[in-house]
């Protein structure tokens, strides 16, 4: 038996609006642009719930209820489920709907989204406790399998996830690093005896999740019988597709047919009598691990390096992460949760990797992610922000 | 034997090399601004190339002869010719009849004087041998016209900038110039525009079909680049030391390259943050203006006027800022931008400027928008992150912008009309 294992990933950050110099001392309120442009959170939340995010779930919901055996899982960051809370509460309740069926498996992160594990150890334990809390308090589950912002990964997350009880933690597998291992195996993470290590099948994901309406693929258009092809022929026990869940509708529009080939897959795949679904957990129960795993690097699912250089790889990207968390104690002891609410939101990955200049000069898919004109742009808005939080935080620390 | 014979002839026009009739302008450091640079850098790349240029230019000479031949060392195939004459790049007609000291060799005002230059260029061109005619900018477009009636070669017209853009827009466009540029670039074969910017300039105010303009990014290299390292006259370094940060504006003082937006963003970077010096760096018909303007800001301490600068003063004042602004209303290309970004200097651009289209790691806004400039501005001198990686990127930019590349698009264009 061989098992195909889909995991989404849910996540909208709170942009910076144009926070201007002059905006400094007179206007705490970073995330909330008003404007047509694409740093109003509210209005691209709206827009990605009706094209991608309530269709698709209804689709998962029909599809679940037509395929007994189907199983997917999904990580959503805290910040996404905030603003679907305020600004599309039906996407909120088609997910729990979804949840409900007991087939769908949650994943722990960050409820930030953020890096701070690579940053500051007990600010990602808090982040990961509240991320926790929320998955509990809306969809009554227990993240029991791991992953880390953008799949990011090395050695310690394994020892941190096994040391603290989960099965298994999800990154990418990426063959320069794994060598001759195929990423269709369950792993164990070095160092550690319990915890489990999936990889992401990175060919097949991104057949679905970028080329599938690239007419420039050799194999466009891509069929739901060509596909489950492949899942038939791939060699292991299990074939890791992980994505970003706005593939469905959002960075493959409706008109590609990527609905239609979601809704079909189930159907052919329930043809091959060697196939089935399971969850992350599911997986972990089922196969043993073939090997250990060493990966002293961090790797993540960013871009052709993999690693984490679309977030910290030019001097202004550093300086930010360096000055948002060397607030760390201070925000603590201020003892304000609207700052410390909004120290951390300015941790959220995206607004590093809009600063991201690697290939800003031969304009790519960095371009298309990013609301802000140019990399220089999102770094001054952020800075100007950061400078408003730090004089909140001289006044708090003022006032006895 | 006639086979073989047959064969050299087909090799010998495969790698026979234009020659052409070139009317363009003084190179520095005798010149008074981009277009000398241009000029240069083309001329230079076109012949490493193995064009022939015979490059023709005004010159005021100290004898009464019409014209002298030049030979400089360096320029390996391209022959230099001298027509006497007084123009300039960049003269208007009031600063022509000024600078008038010897009537009866020169045209009585400016247009008459590009008339007497037009005719001396028709006169040339029935004297070379060449394929090709081409000439830079208005002042140029008549003799480039009248040596095409003279020899009926084909004539290419290279628009560093038009009226529109030393007007700032369409407001007190002088209609004869307007009508010498517009002849001139009927008159031509091909147009060649230095950015997509002027390429629309051309199309929307000129009303030349856009199937016959081609867009030629200008290029920096080391041979159009000041030498010899930076002097320390200025003593720049000193105001640094004690904690100061330099912005710089590097152009004519002039309407069309926004130095009075680049003192208004000073007062307003000033009030925010007092160590900062802003340096005005070259000279033109608003300095005067200029200077009255940042006495009236009370901001005269903080604004450095260094008149026009050449050399290694040219380099210190690049090198020393921490930021270069361009905040031209019009700017069809705007080399002083791959300069600054060539020393590693933070730069800013307006977005009315085709170095905007051009480069990517340069901040930019439109040259009106003061807040959005000190916002960018303060930012930078505050973020050392910021600055680091606007130096990084725009070197490594810059460097891309070479002059062969410029020539080599220049000779595609050359190729496909003879």
Known sequence: MKSVCFYFQVHQPYRVKRYRVFDIGNDNEYFNDRSESSLNNRRIVEKVAQKSYIPATKLLIELLKRHPEMRVSFSFSGVALEQFEH???????????????????????????????????????????????????LFGVWPRVFRNTELSYRNDLGEWVDKNGYLGVLTEGWDPILGWKSPNYVYRPKGTQNARLLLKNYRLSDDVAFRFSSRDWSEWPLSAEKFAHWLGIAEGDVVNLFMDYETFGEHQWEDTGIFHFLEKLPEVLAQNPGIDFK??????????????????????????????????????????????????DKVLLANDLKLLEDWRRLQTSDHFYYMCTKWFSDGDVHAYFSPYESPYDAHIAYMNALQDLKLRLDKRSRTP | ?????????????????????????????????????????????????????????????????????????????????????????????????????????????????????????????????????????????????????????????????????????????????YAVERAGMEAADRVIAVSQFTKDVIVKYYGIPASKIYVVHNGVDDTTLPRGGAAGRLRLASLKASGYSVVLFLGRITLQ???????????????????????????????????????????????LFTGFLTGQDRNEVYSAADLFIMPSVSEPFGITALEAMKFGTPTLVSKQSGAAEAVKNALKTDFWDVDEMTNQILSVIAHKGLRDTLSENGKHEAARFTWDDAAQKVENVLQGIV
């Open chain 1, 87 to 137: 600004y599309t509460p039906e996407v909120i309740d088609l997910f729990k709907k979804l949840i409900a069926t007991g087939r769908v498996e949650v994943l722990g992160e960050t409820y930030y989204h953020s890096l701070a594990f690579f940053y500051s150890r007990p600010e990602f334990e808090r982040q990961v406790a509240k991320h926790r809390d929320t998955i509990r308090r």
């Open chain 1, 279 to 328: 969850t992350p957990s599911e997986v972990i129960g089922t196969y043993d691990a073939r090997d250990e795993v060493d990966m002293p690097h961090t790797v993540t699912w960013a871009d052709t390096d993999r690693d984490l250089t679309a977030w910290t790889g030019n001097p202004m990207q550093r300086s930010a992460l360096d000055a948002i968390y060397a607030l760390e």
């Open chain 2, 1 to 177: 034997m006639l086979k073989f014979l047959w064969g050299c002839a087909l090799l010998y026009t495969s790698v026979m090399k234009l020659k052409i009739l070139m009317f363009g302008w003084e190179f520095p450091p005798h010149n008074s601004g981009g277009l000398g640079v241009a000029c240069q850098g083309l001329t230079r790349a076109m012949a490493a190339r193995g064009l022939e240029i015979v490059f023709v230019m005004p010159k005021k000479l100290d004898v009464g002869a019409p014209w002298a031949r030049f030979v400089f060392a360096d320029q390996g195939n391209v022959s230099v010719r001298a027509v006497n004459s007084p123009l300039k790049p960049y003269i208007t007609g009031f600063s022509y009849t000024n600078a008038l000291t010897r009537v009866g060799i020169y045209g009585r005002d400016l247009f008459a004087e590009v008339m007497r230059y037009a005719q001396l260029g028709g006169s040339i061109a029935e004297e070379e041998s060449f394929d090709i005619i081409y000439a830079h900018d208005w002042l140029s477009f008549g003799a480039g016209m009248e040596a095409k009636k003279a020899t009926g070669k084909p004539l290419i017209v290279h628009v560093h900038a038009t009226e529109f853009d030393r007007c700032g827009g369409p407001m007190g466009v002088n209609p004869d110039v």
């Open chain 2, 257 to 303: 390259k926004g130095p009075d937006y680049f003192l208004k963003t000073a007062r307003a970077v000033l009030a925010r943050n007092p160590k900062v010096i802003f340096l005005l760096s070259g000279s033109g018909d608003m300095e005067r203006q200029m200077m009255d303007m940042a006495a009236s800001f009370g901001i005269s301490d903080r604004v």
